[in-house]
């Protein structure tokens, strides 16, 4: 590879497409899709019956990816979201 980390998680993507989307209109309905992805997969691997486990990295990079997407939600929902 070349350096670059391949995306394996779902989560991953819905994240990236709310960084690169050019249409303010999409915007909200991004961040709600990345914001749910990455609540899932939260739940997915901390539930007491799954078997999943956090990739290398993977919980800083929710954690950090959900704070972006809080910052980014205050921006295109000014008066707060009733999904947060």
């Known amino acids: ?6 995306l394996s998680q779902p989560w991953e993507g819905l994240y990236k497409d709310v960084l690169f989307e050019a249409e303010s209109e999409q ?6 899709l990345a914001k749910h992805a990455i609540l899932d997969r ?6 007491a ?3 999943q ?3 290398d990295g993977e919980l800083d990079a ?3 990816a ?8 205050d921006l295109y929902f000014p008066e ?3 999904d947060s």
């Open 66 to 73: 959900h704070r972006a997407l809080r910052v980014l939600e």
């Open 42 to 47: 939260l739940e997915d691997v901390t539930c």
């Open 53 to 55: 486990q956090f990739e």
């Open 80 to 82: 707060g979201s009733e």
């Open 27 to 32: 915007m909200p309905r991004r961040i709600q």
């Open 49 to 51: 019956r799954s078997n």
């Open 1 to 6: 590879m070349n350096g670059k980390q391949q």
């Open 62 to 64: 929710l954690r950090k």
